[in-house]
């Protein structure tokens, strides 16, 4: 497909389960971003990879988040331990290149659902 | 850090015009985004301004005043399909971290 894809697009985790969610940027995409969303809110930046380095994770909430994205691609979030404060959308977004007008381009996002 | 205010929600009349505003406080400014999110899908870009001014694309404009940290999206001719929340978005810093207001919820009603 021609869009950032996430998978999988529902969760549901118990309380203390580790969780990974996966995202596929557009081919040939530089940057690519995590956001967690709550309900009613707007995205908050987790973290940040230009290609295969991980250049800003200031926005990770706790030691339990940690994302990779070993070959510059496909990029994994994971959290361990959920918590029920955990449930979120979880959007990915990849753009070209570093530039800070180019846009990007939001996948579909994961719903995590911590029971 | 950044403070991004914009309202919760509006309402409108399908056929009118709606004005979004948002103000801003931040360092470092390299552009402001507004995006377009419908209810369980993901944002979709808008626009980007870097300078002042009004930049028009179709039925959206969107203004910027870095002086005043203020900007606004405006939709005219509005639709049903245009009710959806619609994101303010700040650029700031060295690369393209955005971050991004609450979201006004629009409404459109007949």
């Known amino acids: 497909g021609a869009g950032v894809s996430q998978s999988p697009r529902y969760k549901v985790a118990k309380r203390g389960q580790d969780v990974a969610l996966r995202c596929d940027p557009i081919s040939g995409h530089v940057s690519l971003f995590w956001y967690q969303q709550a309900l009613g809110q707007g995205p908050e930046f987790l973290t940040y990879?230009?290609?295969?380095?991980?250049?800003?994770k200031s926005g990770l909430p706790s030691d339990r988040f940690f994302a990779e994205r070993p070959e510059g691609s496909v990029s994994t979030l994971k959290i361990q331990r959920t918590q029920q404060e955990d449930s979120a959308v979880y959007l990915c977004?990849?753009?070209?290149?570093?530039?800070?007008?180019?846009?990007?381009?939001f996948g579909p996002g994961t719903r995590l659902t911590v029971l | 850090g950044q403070n991004i205010d914009q309202p919760t929600e509006m309402t409108a009349t399908e056929g009118a015009i709606v004005q979004i505003n948002c103000t801003y406080q931040t360092s470092g400014f390299n552009g402001l985004f507004w995006y377009q999110q419908h209810a369980g899908e993901a944002p979709t870009f808008l626009s980007y301004n870097v300078l002042d001014g009004l930049e028009e694309k179709g039925r959206f404009s969107s203004f910027l005043s870095r002086s005043k940290g203020y900007s606004y999206l405006l939709l005219k001719e509005l639709q049903m399909k245009d009710s959806a929340s619609y994101l303010c978005a700040v650029c700031s810093g060295g690369y393209q971290k955005v971050t991004f207001g609450i979201g006004t919820k629009l409404q459109v009603i007949p």
């Open positions: 977004a990849s753009s070209l290149d570093t530039s800070s007008y180019n846009e990007q381009f």
């Open positions: 990879f230009q290609n295969e380095a991980q250049l800003d």
